[in-house]
């Protein structure tokens, strides 16, 4: 079946670049997510990419996308401690409808 | 985007017992999906809610159990039945327009804790 896989941590200095990395075995996948949890909240949606592109930029967030490898990047340019966060990337599941996570990149960030 | 709501925020419940969840949309929406977070885990789909119909539930996720109802567009409730403290978990409520980019948001989410 589908699987989405992530590190773990990524610890980084404030105004430092964070890149958080996470691969997926679905070569169908039409768009890929990546979701932010912070301590006792819900998933925020963060951005998404359409399969058919390798860039997306939006504002201090960067998503590139390898489609032969099947590797998805999240990069968060000058990291604030605020950033801190659980970060998720997403794939569908076979059926187009529900999302299959990743573990989950604990990312923290020290002044 | 959508704003979901879920009631109630936590709960602390004793074994055996049923709690429901309560997962309010403010537009209607295509799909709705109930998924649980284990302490320090991902996230996992239980079921996607139809409305008018039965649930559509995951492997490992049986309807006795987590009896699902999904009565017009903008409403669902996830019950957890004859609770046992495996069942302590985030509950979180999800849904879909099924517009450009298929983005789902997500509701704050339900603590459930039994004891």
């Known amino acids: 079946g589908e699987d989405v896989e992530q590190s773990l941590f990524l610890s980084v200095r404030e105004g430092d670049s964070s890149v958080i990395n996470c691969t997926y075995t679905?070569?169908?996948?039409?768009?890929l997510y990546w979701y932010k949890q912070e301590p006792g909240a819900g998933l925020q949606l963060l951005t998404y990419?359409?399969?058919?592109?390798d860039m997306k930029q939006d504002q201090r967030l960067t998503v590139l996308l390898n489609k032969k490898d099947k590797h998805l990047s999240l990069r968060i340019a000058d990291t604030q401690t605020g950033d801190s966060a659980i970060y998720f990337c997403a794939d569908h599941n076979q059926a187009g409808t529900a999302l299959i996570f990743g573990k989950g990149t604990t990312l923290s960030v020290s002044s | 985007s959508a704003v979901i709501s879920q009631k109630p925020s936590r709960d602390i419940c004793q074994r055996g017992t049923s709690l429901t969840i309560q997962c309010q949309v403010d537009?209607?929406?295509?799909?709705m999906f109930w998924y649980r977070q284990q302490p320090g885990q991902s996230l996992t789909l239980i079921a996607t809610?139809?409305?008018?119909?039965?649930?559509?539930?995951e492997s490992g996720f049986v309807i006795d159990k987590f009896p699902i109802s999904r009565p017009n567009l903008t409403f669902s409730t996830l019950t957890v039945s004859n609770m046992s403290p495996e069942d302590s978990s985030i509950y979180l409520c999800?849904?879909?327009?099924?517009?450009?980019?298929?983005?789902?948001?997500f509701g704050p989410g339900t603590r459930l804790t039994v004891t």
């Open positions: 679905d070569s169908s996948s039409t768009y």
């Open positions: 990419i359409f399969s058919n592109m």
């Open positions: 809610a139809n409305q008018g119909s039965e649930a559509t539930y």
């Open positions: 537009s209607q929406v295509t799909m």
């Open positions: 999800s849904a879909t327009r099924g517009e450009k980019g298929n983005e789902q948001y």
